[in-house]
């Protein structure tokens, strides 16, 4: 797998750059080597499970519900009325079994029915007799959930690979589960490599804002990812001593190391020999896709056997956030034992042109009423604000067009629970 961007060939030339991955291959390298990598399993209780990843299938321990239960408050009735009040049920509580026609208990919502019920009664429409007896009529349809409507016993509820958020916590325990087994979230860290960045204050006098150092963790926590502050470190000095310093250093607590710019060639660009310096692998070196064509990644496998993974963002912006759609994402998914990031078609309202011989990752906003991909202006490779008012990335494979009325896969912007959805 290992393909060195320089270096010298047996004849003592320079060795030739191995050609770019197709985009589509791109993504599939990166989700395979992720795979074959994925975090190990853990067990975690219910109350720290949030955010993790499901590594077996969820199943359900009893019947759900796991006994008739009673929709409404009310009346849990025998045969004919008028009825004869003879007891109370409560949630929490196991009733005697109604015996005889014409008895009635009172009935909590949640709580068992009792066995011999024909029917429960809402209290709001029911009435009593000067004797004190219950009367009314039931609704046809029964008031109560019988075992096993909403699952049955060993049921699969959902899959290994399903990202674990409250709503998945309360089914859990709902089935009498207290822990879970899950793979971790991933822990990146990102080196921000260029001495021409500011990282306050307006741009000016040739130096530039870096506006990566502050964007990339979040958007590895929509991914998935832990990130601290402390785990940002930079503009990381123009010297080959320097990132081979940083890298190194960040790669020991890290699952995966994010860097911004130094992907090319230049007289300052040192990440190719940083990673030579610290023996990696190439899982891809420069990806046919516009923009974004110089990203890669790259694998270092540790003294503890695990493999630990570096993404080379291109240093422009936008850029660098097709890198992390293309090549994190997959890994990612990959390192949580989640599925392959599935890509959704869009129609296309107008016509979107092709890169030759590359994909083109196009940024297109849907439109709230025919949920058609309209592409955005203001989207050079160094412009973020096209991508602040995007969905996603159209994808225009390599020697076609994006003509209107086109169905095309998008890359959707990852999103955290809440926000806005396309």
Same mark, same amino acid.
């Given at each position: ?313 291109? +240093? ?6 097709? *890198? #992390? =759609?293309? &090549?994190? !994402?997959?890994?990612? $998914?990959?390192?949580?034992? /989640? ?14 042109? +092709? ?6 990752? *196009? #940024? =297109?906003? &849907?439109? !709230?009423?025919?949920? $058609?991909?309209?592409?955005? /202006? ?45």
């Amino acid at each position: 797998m290992r393909s060195e961007p320089t270096g010298t060939s047996a004849a003592g030339q320079p060795a030739a750059a191995p050609p770019p991955a197709g985009w589509e291959e791109a993504r599939a390298r990166g989700y395979a080597v992720g795979s074959a990598a994925a975090l190990p399993v853990v067990d975690r209780s219910l109350a720290e499970a949030d955010g993790h990843t499901l590594a077996a299938p969820l199943t359900t321990r009893t019947d759900l519900p796991a006994f008739p239960t009673s929709s409404v408050d009310g009346w849990a009735v025998r045969g004919a009325g008028p009825w004869r009040v003879v007891g109370r049920v409560l949630a929490g509580g196991a009733p005697d079994p109604l015996t005889g026609d014409g008895v009635t208990v009172e009935i909590a919502t949640g709580a068992m029915v009792p066995e011999g019920t024909t029917a429960i009664l809402r209290v709001e429409e029911s009435g009593r007799t000067a004797d004190g007896r219950v009367t009314g009529t039931p609704r046809p349809a029964p008031e109560w959930r019988l075992p096993g409507e909403e699952a049955a016993a060993g049921e699969e509820l959902l899959p290994a690979g399903t990202p674990v958020d409250p709503a998945l916590i309360g089914l859990a325990a709902s089935c009498g589960h207290d822990s879970l087994p899950v793979r971790r979230p991933p822990r990146a860290a990102l080196l921000v490599f260029g001495d021409e960045l500011l990282t306050t204050g307006p741009p000016g006098g040739g130096r530039v804002r870096d506006a990566l150092g502050p964007a990339v963790p979040a958007w590895l926590r929509r991914y998935g990812c832990q990130v601290r502050p402390s785990d940002v470190v930079g503009p990381v000095a123009d010297t080959l001593s320097a990132h081979v310093s940083a890298l190194g250093q960040a790669l020991t607590g890290a699952d995966l190391v994010c860097t911004t710019g130094g992907t090319m060639h230049g007289p300052v660009d040192h990440l190719h020999p940083t990673l030579q310096a610290l023996g990696a692998d190439y899982v891809v070196n420069t990806v046919a896709v516009r923009p974004g064509f110089p990203m890669l990644l790259a694998r270092l496998v540790g003294a503890d056997g695990r493999a630990r993974f570096v993404a080379g963002l291109p +240093g422009n912006p936008q850029s660098a956030i097709v *890198a #992390l =759609v293309s &090549l994190v !994402a997959p890994l990612l $998914a990959g390192l949580q034992g /989640r599925p392959m990031p599935t890509l959704p078609q869009v129609t296309l309202a107008e016509p979107i042109r +092709g890169r030759g011989d590359h994909t083109h990752l *196009a #940024l =297109v906003r &849907l439109d !709230a009423t025919d949920g $058609a991909a309209r592409p955005v /202006r203001h989207v050079g490779s160094a412009m973020l604000r096209g991508l602040a008012g995007a969905d996603g990335f159209a994808v225009i494979r390599p020697g076609t067009s994006g003509e209107p009325g086109a169905r095309v896969p998008m890359v959707p912007l990852p999103l955290l629970p809440g926000e806005r959805t396309w």
